[in-house]
């Protein structure tokens, strides 16, 4: 069975406090993504990395940096917390290729609250 | 306009009946249409994918896409209790880059 983990389920941080959210799969997956999940929005892709080192933005990816030091490790960094980053974040990972990447498989998610 | 359209809801039914969710969207590049089930905290979790137009059937679950309409549909048949969830419907293809695009999800509860 493919596993997503992530580091933390609940998570309670002060305004201008530096966020690590770590994510870990453990099936050689090449992409690792990072989203956001808000009512009504959806998912909302942060950031995505399709090999160690490698990163591209996704479509909202201002206030977010991230780090792939190690291919089965995904990090999400909020450089200093802010109220309207308080959301629900997932973490996932696919193959890579055509025809292999649809199929995402995604953590349990981490409920940040930033006050 | 958003690249794919999905109702809210919520969507109550009684237990035993056919359940419709369905999805509209913008870009015609999407080739694979996928349709990821949620349980309340939890992450999505693949239920069903399509590629290109046409249905595709697994148990109780059937995926439908129209690729002349734009419109994906997915049906439950005998919905049970444990259908309760919410359902998203995502998209990917050669649009030029490498995302998933989803739909905001759509909540399903089954009364018994």
Known sequence: DVKVTQSSRYLVKRTGEKVFLECVQDMDHENMFWYRQDPGLG???IYF??????????DIP???????????????????????????????????????????YFGPGTRLTVT | QKEVEQDPGPLSVPEGAIVSLNCTYSNSAFQYFMWYRQYSRKGPELLM??????????????????????????FIR?????DSATYLC???????????IFGAGTRLFVKA
């Open chain 1, 62 to 104: 201002e206030g977010y940096s991230v780090s792939r030091e190690k291919k089965e490790r995904f990090s999400l960094i909020l450089e200093s917390a802010s109220t309207n980053q308080t959301s629900m974040y997932l973490c996932a990972s696919s193959l890579m290729g055509q025809g292999k990447d649809y199929e995402q």
């Open chain 2, 78 to 82: 005998d919905s049970q209790p444990s």
């Open chain 2, 49 to 74: 994918y399509t590629y290109s137009s046409g249905n595709k059937e697994d148990g109780r679950f059937t995926a439908q896409v129209d690729k002349s309409s734009k419109y994906i549909s997915l």
């Open chain 1, 43 to 45: 998912l909302r892709l």
């Open chain 1, 49 to 58: 990395s399709y090999d160690v080192k490698m990163k591209e933005k996704g």
């Open chain 2, 90 to 100: 995502a998209m990917s293809g050669n649009t030029g880059g490498f995302k998933t």
